[in-house]
């Protein structure tokens, strides 16, 4: 499966905005992991990596912050920035999250859990092994 | 296993604050479902019913909101305000969140996908099932 975006269903009442997400009605896994991260200064990236074996969801629930998604023969660039919209990335596809807003608060969910050998650190590494 | 609050892995360095949180190490199941919960009025409640089945995590990732738990015999109140602590609570406790700050950012964990029969939302219904 691609590199897609999915509209996470929300509903607006008096009492509230609710957001909701379930693996494989809107998410095509169960989720092992997840991560937020915040207060990343406006000159620092995160990640720089691709999992060899996790798919990712990506929601940028407060502020913005852009990325560059790298399947090893093309690049995509998305712009995060609202609480209904997610980010959907297959295992084996290099990221790069940059130009965060001061406020931003992004997180991930992850298919699987932490290994640190799963990840491929070097970028042309990655696009050999893609090609 | 009792309603309880997990301390959440985090990682402070010069490229922003990260918040980490596994299946098994540090939430006791598998997440089928996520949902969060902002801009809920200081005068509103949300909740105000127990799942027979799912268990939850909670997890207040930006200001602060007050929470009842009540398994039918006692009763705790928790303040949740701090991105690093969770709150987890078994099925069949029923919660109300309440006091909403503002800029309150609510996110849920869930162990089950959503079903409406899965829910008690007559209190005194809850209480007779549990005792």
Known sequence: MDTRTIEIKNVHETDGDLYV???DNDIPFSIQRIFYIQNVPANKKRGGH????SDFVYICLR???KVCI???IRQQFFLLEKANHALYLPKETWMEFYEFSEDALLLTLA???YEENDYFNNYEEFVREKQ
């Not at 691709?50 to 074996?53: I, L, V």
Request: net charge neutral; proline share 0%.
């Open 63 to 65: 502020g913005k912050v």
């Open 21 to 23: 997400l379930e693996t």
């Open 50 to 53: 691709a999992s060899k074996t």
């Open 111 to 113: 298919s699987e859990k």
């Open 70 to 72: 790298d399947n090893g």
